[in-house]
């Protein structure tokens, strides 16, 4: 799923990304019980939008990070839609992954259909000149 396609009040949200903005760190008590939160901006080749990070999250998640969202969920607030994992979805930080944009995808596609004789070479690959 893209940035652009995330409505309110949509769930089963699946969306890679990448972290360009994580703001401050809060934190509240609710039923007796101290916890944390903070937003962070979340990009793609679509848009921006707002993820709210609960307690672990927080310290999962840091700007230039890749991540993953699986069954989240999206709300609307101040007129913004924001995102997050909620209570049953999970966030997952790729390490040294980056999100690939629609571009990108659709060169490796390509490159993939050619024949070896037609594609192009690769960094590794050298070229004997003799």
């Known amino acids: ?6 409505q309110p009040r949509m769930g089963n949200i699946e969306l890679t990304a990448t972290v360009v903005e994580k703001a401050d760190v809060r934190t ?15 990009q793609d080749d679509t848009g921006k939008v707002s993820l709210t990070l609960w307690n672990d999250d927080v310290d999962k998640v840091n700007t230039g990070d890749t991540v993953k969202i699986t069954n989240g969920w999206a709300n609307e607030y101040q007129g913004e839609v924001q995102l997050s994992t909620g209570k049953f979805g999970t966030l997952e930080v790729q390490k040294g992954a980056k999100a690939e944009t ?7 596609k390509k490159e993939s259909s050619l024949p070896d004789d037609e594609a ?3 960094d590794e690959e ?5």
Request: charged share 40%; with cysteine.
């Open 102 to 108: 629609k571009s990108e995808k659709k060169v490796k």
């Open 126 to 130: 050298k070229v004997d000149w003799d």
């Open 120 to 122: 192009p070479m690769k």
């Open 28 to 42: 509240f008590e609710k039923f007796g019980k101290q916890g944390r939160v903070c937003n962070a901006t979340l």
């Open 1 to 6: 799923m893209n940035i652009n396609e995330i």
